[in-house]
Nanobody
Framework: QVQLVESGGGLVQAGGSLRLSCAAS????????MAWYRQAPGKQRELVAT???????NYADSVKGRFTISTDNAKNTVYLQMNSLKPEDTAVYYC?????????WGQGTQVTVSS
């Protein structure tokens, strides 16, 4: 069974940085696409960043230039480097893996940015 486990969340001041990790139980190279989503209180879950098995990346406009998604195939891990954090980045961040035709989600990790 495929499992995704996020870590790295926490409390940080505005302008600070965090790196989120998503450890997979299988090689991340096997996924067609891996992504980070986030959900703030009272809001819908939104897409933050994606990376394909070929290494192509995409970002939400709200995080472009501040966040970077990457993979470490040797560690079966996907990262989300978050810089210049803003209070509006506060949310639960989820890792998602799409391995056709199935989709897998992690349990989420809380990120809180104080002003």
């Amino acid at each position: 069974q495929v499992q995704l486990v996020e870590s790295g969340g926490g409390l940080v001041q505005a302008g600070g940085s965090l790196r989120l990790s998503c450890a997979a139980s299988i090689s991340v190279f096997r996924f067609n696409v891996m992504a980070w989503y986030r959900q703030a209180p009272g809001k819908q879950r939104e897409l933050v960043a994606t990376i394909t098995s070929g290494g192509s990346t995409n970002y939400a406009d709200s995080v472009k230039g501040r966040f970077t998604i990457s993979t470490d195939n040797a560690k079966n891990t996907v990262y989300l480097q978050m810089n210049s954090l803003k209070p509006e980045d506060t949310a639960v961040y989820y890792c998602k893996g799409f391995l056709f035709p199935d989709t897998y989600w992690g349990q989420g990790t809380q990120v809180t940015v104080s002003s």
